[in-house]
């Protein structure tokens, strides 16, 4: 089993910037590729960032691109998502997930969850 457990969302103007981070444990897996994905009320999870075992590729929705950067730390098995300029649009809960096979795009690809950490941006 692997444990995913986020951190770092909180209550930001627009305009400002927030760090998650998502520490896995248990028994890790040191090539999954790792992503965050997000959750509005009312709205289907989608995908935000994503980032392979090795760290030198990254992708991200359309929606977040050159605002949010994603990073991860093997030796410290953390994975960061660092949002700037944030938008009241991007209010959500924030999940990370681990996909032994490396990037998707889609939740079914990815068998680790973490509970979710809650980003909130006011207008």
């Known amino acids: 089993q692997v444990q995913l457990v986020e951190s770092g969302g909180g209550l930001v103007q627009a305009g400002g910037s927030l760090r998650l981070s998502c520490a896995a444990s248990g028994r890790t897996r040191s090539r999954d590729a790792m992503a965050w994905f997000r959750q509005a009320p009312g709205k289907k999870r989608e995908f935000v960032a994503a980032?392979?075992?090795?760290?030198?590729?990254?992708y991200y929705a359309d929606s977040v691109k050159d605002r949010f950067t994603i990073s991860r730390d093997n030796a410290k098995n953390t994975v960061y998502l660092q949002m700037n300029s944030l938008k009241p649009e991007d209010t959500a809960v924030y999940y990370c997930?681990?996909?032994?096979?490396?990037?998707?795009?889609?939740?079914?690809?990815?068998?680790?969850w973490g509970q979710g950490t809650q980003v909130t941006v006011s207008s």
């Open positions: 980032i392979s075992w090795s760290g030198g590729s990254t």
């Open positions: 997930a681990a996909n032994p096979t490396g990037y998707s795009k889609y939740v079914a690809s990815y068998d680790y």
